[in-house]
């Protein structure tokens, strides 16, 4: 409208004064409503091309950007968990350094999920002793059972010896109750066997895998345990910060504040 305005000084303002003074014509008479038109033509015709070619040289020549900064930037002040403020640590307007404690969340829900992963770990280097022990029993379980069947063979093969060689003073039924016996004594020896492999695996694989997990769920309660405090990335002012002890913080809905960086880039 500006634009329009500045032009018709130019254009149909002129015009209107020839056509008033040098021809004559009457405001209301020859230059009505209808006639208005044909009577300025000239003057508006100039009007509209001088009003485009303004406005199109305007926002030809007129500054833009799409890589646009704010004056300063702000990092908000966010927890990485939601809980209720425990300790504030600073106040509103303060400078503050990179690494300083702003405020401490209530961590009593971390606190006890250290613990007890860290009574895991414990428990893990407990069963790893009585697992030991358990090998150790398996081994001797498996020495006697070895020992066991050699004295079962010994004796099989020497009344056995007996028996083939005709003698009297063995019975083909204590032959055969010592051939039975000596397969008793193979299965036993098998069966320590197995139970000595299995306490082996147990010690070797089954045991350092559970420390594992439990070393993995404790460091991941120490790391949820550091979130509950809030420290500055770096160096700045404190702005809108009203936090106080017993508020309620969450990530997504409430933020605590801002924090000004001392240096934009």
């Not at 966010?78 to 400078?95: H, I, K, Y």
Request: hydrophobic residues 45%.
């Amino acid at each position: 409208m500006l634009e329009f305005i500045c032009c018709s000084m130019l254009t149909i303002f002129p015009d209107f004064l020839f056509r008033r003074y040098r021809q004559g014509k009457r405001l209301g008479q020859e230059i009505t409503l209808f006639s208005m038109w044909y009577e300025l033509r000239y003057g508006l015709s100039a009007c509209f091309i001088l009003t485009v070619s303004l406005i199109t040289t305007i926002f030809f020549y007129h500054p833009s950007t799409q890589n646009v900064a704010s004056y300063f930037r702000t990092v908000t002040i966010l927890s990485e968990v939601s809980g209720r403020v425990a300790e504030v640590m600073v106040v509103n307007n303060q400078s503050i350094k990179s690494g300083e404690p702003i405020f401490r969340l209530d961590d009593s829900r971390q606190q006890a999920a250290s613990a007890t992963a860290r009574a895991n770990v414990v428990e893990v280097d407990a069963l790893e002793l009585l697992a030991k022990d358990d090998l150790r029993v398996a081994k001797a379980n498996l020495d006697a059972a070895e020992a066991a069947f050699e004295q079962t063979k010994d004796e099989f093969e020497r009344k056995n010896t007996l028996f083939q060689e005709g003698s009297a003073a063995v019975a083909a039924r204590e032959v055969e109750r010592l051939e039975n016996l000596l397969q008793e004594r193979l299965a036993g020896i098998d069966a320590a066997h197995s139970a000595a492999e299995s306490a082996k695996h147990r010690v070797e694989i089954q045991i350092p895998a559970q420390r594992y997990s439990a070393q993995a769920a404790l460091h991941q309660a120490d790391v949820e345990l550091s979130k509950t405090v809030v420290y500055a990335g770096t160096d700045g002012r404190i702005e809108q910060f009203g936090l106080q002890v017993g508020d309620y913080i969450n990530p997504i809905l409430r933020p605590a504040g801002i924090l000004v960086p001392a240096n934009t880039g």
